[in-house]
């Protein structure tokens, strides 16, 4: 049902720059609805780790930032450390049947 | 420190009724957020079910609209998800979390397995 596209799986040796895109339509994204992301570590809840496209919670490495752009978004994870190996899922609202928030696919962050 | 644990029973029949309660610690249900459902079939993804308002007002995902009454109960703090007709394919891990306006949800319990089995 995942209306939002993520890259399956994406890596980066400690220290490098990555980013993991997330694909809307016009129905989400690109109606302008804000853009959250989240890091699920095995067996655990998902984590808040930006929220209205951009903001970091407290607590939150400023490692970790996002972005947006017409009807996708991206999360970038500078100077990578083996513990950000997690998945990682992006959300927003799309009103499209009545209206729903949606998750991405989910991208895995390996650290090599 | 806001706290959310589900709790209900792990094991569902089919056509059965699953029910869940989530209690919340920290906050009050009264305050200004939205409290949610997100579910996670094993080795899947993540799929929000539906929220509630501390007025009672709520919203479903389309797909299970059908199924799914979530309610609240103010005084003791805590919410309730409903899903009628289960299936193998409702077997998940049910969240239930703390939602801002605009759908963010940084508060979330540590979640309940649910499996759809006779």
């Known amino acids: 049902q995942s209306v939002l596209t993520q890259p399956p799986s994406v890596s980066g040796a400690p220290g490098q720059r990555v980013t993991i895109s997330c694909a809307g339509s016009?129905?989400?994204?690109?109606?302008?609805?804000?853009v959250h992301w989240y890091q699920q570590l095995p067996g655990t809840a998902p984590k808040l780790l930006i929220y209205g496209n951009f903001n970091r919670p407290s607590g939150v490495p400023d490692r970790f930032s996002g972005s947006k752009s017409g009807t996708s978004a991206s999360l970038a994870i500078t100077g990578l450390q083996a513990e950000d190996e997690a998945e990682y899922y992006c959300?927003?609202?799309?009103?499209?049947?009545?209206?729903?928030?949606?998750f991405g696919t989910g991208t895995k962050v390996t650290v090599l | 420190q806001v706290q959310l644990q589900e709790s209900g029973p792990g094991l569902v029949k089919p056509s059965g009724t699953l029910s869940l309660t989530c209690a919340v610690s920290?906050?009050?249900?009264?305050?200004?957020?939205?409290w949610s459902w997100v579910r996670q079939p094993p080795g899947k993804g993540l799929e929000w079910i539906g929220e509630?308002?501390?007025?009672?007002?709520?919203n479903y995902n389309p797909s299970l609209e059908s199924r799914v009454t979530i309610s609240g109960d103010m005084s003791k703090n805590q919410l309730s998800l409903k899903m009628t007709s289960v299936t193998a394919a409702d077997t998940a891990v049910y969240y239930c979390a703390s939602t801002d306006e605009d759908g963010s949800a940084e508060y979330w319990g540590q979640g309940s397995l649910v499996t759809v089995s006779s």
């Open positions: 509630i308002y501390h007025s009672g007002r709520t």
């Open positions: 959300q927003s609202y799309d009103n499209s049947l009545s209206g729903l928030y949606v």
């Open positions: 016009s129905s989400n994204i690109g109606a302008g609805f804000d």
């Open positions: 920290g906050a009050s249900m009264r305050s200004g957020k939205w």
